[in-house]
């Protein structure tokens, strides 16, 4: 049995400049294609524009963060008009908004003053501005939603970063299904299993915090243990994958089935793995032949493994 697919159609929050909507101060916008033309083939993006939406027109006045960096104040750049109040209470009632939506994930314009995520210039009254802000509806939005994965569009283009994302992306979205379908004790044993070898590429440490938890589930009270659950698994999959991780997930999967293959075949694998390993070969090599020989000896418990099959292939993620 294959695991359960995410629900369709998976929704992401986005600046609204970034799909070509011309909302920018200036009146121009910042239209990113692997964005609006590939990524949106599988989404449904939820667009926002935090300043057009606020009640500010286009074009407008620019505006800064200016101030101490963990509580900075809105300012336009030349009139020094303070729009840190509007924006504020824009944004929580734009929350309970997209709260409705159950957003996946969302992607930000980086470093603008309302919706950049990390390094965000900050003003100051005297000296140079430091670049560790983080844009106001931003900030918000993080506090609101702490699980859900986010990222900026220019951290996108390095493949390694947007696999981790999208891959976050399409396990929350699986999360939140299975927290809608079958929140059960027996249900978590099953996600957590189809979960494994996705986790452990990613950080052992929090797999086996998963594994305790899931097997003391009685100890807690079911809402609790969802928390808990929740939390750990969107923390470990932010964890860094490498190659090493990969290849020992992919000997670990390969331990169930390498015995039943023929000696050629054998050769065959520790090459193609070897390639990967010595950085010769993307990942979806050592990949597709280990859910050639699962599909061809039918092991049903790694043909079940998120691992194999994370996102949708046309992403063509994996493939750096
Ligand atoms: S960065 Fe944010 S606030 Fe600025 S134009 Fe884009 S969506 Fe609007």
Same mark, same amino acid.
């Given at each position: 049995?294959?695991?359960? +697919?995410?629900?369709? &159609?998976?929704?992401?929050?986005?600046? #609204?400049?970034?799909?070509?909507?011309?909302?920018?101060?200036?009146?121009?916008?910042?239209?990113?294609?692997?964005?609006?033309?590939?990524?949106? /083939?599988?989404?449904?993006?939820?667009?926002?524009?935090?300043?057009?939406?606020? @009640?500010?027109?286009?074009? /407008?006045?620019?505006?800064?963060?200016?101030? &101490?960096?963990?509580? +900075?104040?809105?300012?336009?750049?030349?009139?020094? =008009?303070?729009?840190?109040?509007?924006?504020?209470?824009?944004?929580?009632?734009?929350?309970?908004?997209?709260?409705?939506?159950?957003?996946?994930?969302?992607?930000?314009?980086?470093?603008?003053?309302?919706?950049?995520?990390?390094?965000?210039?900050?003003?100051?009254?005297?000296?140079?501005?430091?670049?560790?802000?983080?844009?106001?509806?931003?900030?918000?939005?993080?506090?609101?939603?702490?699980?859900?994965p986010v990222e900026e569009?220019?951290? %996108? $283009?390095?493949?390694?970063?947007?696999?981790?994302? *999208?891959? #976050?992306?399409?396990?929350?979205?699986?999360?939140?299904?299975? !927290? #809608?379908?079958?929140?059960?004790?027996?249900?978590?044993?099953?996600?957590?299993?189809?979960?494994?070898?996705?986790? %452990?590429?990613?950080?052992?440490p929090h797999y086996e915090? =998963?594994?305790? *938890?899931?097997?003391?589930?009685? !100890?807690?009270?079911?809402?609790?243990?969802?928390?808990?659950?929740? /939390?750990?698994?969107?923390?470990?999959?932010?964890?860094?994958?490498t190659v090493r991780k990969?290849?020992?997930?992919?000997?670990?999967?390969? @331990?169930?089935?390498?015995?039943?293959?023929?000696?050629?075949?054998?050769?065959?694998?520790?090459?193609?793995?070897?390639?990967?390993?010595?950085?010769?070969?993307?990942?979806?090599? +050592?990949?597709?032949?280990?859910?050639?020989?699962?599909? #061809?000896?039918?092991?049903?418990?790694?043909?079940?493994?998120?691992?194999? $099959?994370?996102? +949708?292939?046309?992403?063509?993620?994996?493939?750096?």
């Amino acid at each position: 049995m294959m695991p359960s +697919p995410p629900p369709l &159609p998976i929704r992401i929050g986005i600046s #609204r400049c970034l799909l070509g909507e011309k909302v920018r101060y200036d009146g121009g916008h910042k239209r990113d294609s692997f964005l609006a033309d590939t990524l949106g /083939r599988h989404v449904e993006w939820v667009p926002v524009c935090p300043e057009v939406e606020a @009640g500010l027109g286009t074009p /407008r006045e620019a505006m800064r963060l200016v101030g &101490p960096a963990e509580a +900075p104040r809105l300012l336009t750049v030349k009139s020094g =008009l303070d729009h840190t109040q509007m924006m504020e209470r824009f944004a929580h009632h734009r929350m309970r908004e997209l709260d409705a939506m159950d957003l996946c994930g969302y992607v930000f314009k980086q470093g603008s003053p309302s919706c950049g995520i990390e390094r965000v210039r900050v003003y100051h009254e005297q000296g140079r501005p430091t670049r560790n802000g983080v844009g106001l509806f931003a900030r918000i939005f993080q506090e609101q939603f702490p699980l859900v994965p986010v990222e900026e569009e220019g951290r %996108l $283009n390095d493949p390694a970063i947007r696999d981790n994302f *999208l891959e #976050r992306v399409f396990s929350y979205a699986r999360w939140r299904e299975w !927290q #809608r379908r079958r929140p059960s004790r027996e249900g978590l044993v099953a996600f957590h299993t189809e979960h494994k070898f996705l986790l %452990l590429a990613h950080s052992r440490p929090h797999y086996e915090k =998963l594994d305790r *938890l899931v097997r003391n589930a009685k !100890q807690y009270r079911p809402t609790d243990l969802t928390q808990a659950y929740g /939390r750990l698994f969107m923390e470990g999959l932010r964890v860094k994958a490498t190659v090493r991780k990969h290849v020992n997930v992919l000997r670990h999967m390969a @331990g169930f089935f390498t015995s039943r293959l023929r000696a050629a075949e054998r050769e065959e694998w520790q090459e193609v793995l070897q390639d990967y390993h010595r950085g010769l070969t993307p990942l979806v090599v +050592p990949l597709t032949l280990v859910k050639h020989y699962v599909r #061809r000896l039918d092991i049903r418990h790694l043909a079940d493994q998120v691992y194999l $099959n994370p996102h +949708p292939k046309e992403l063509m993620l994996r493939n750096h």
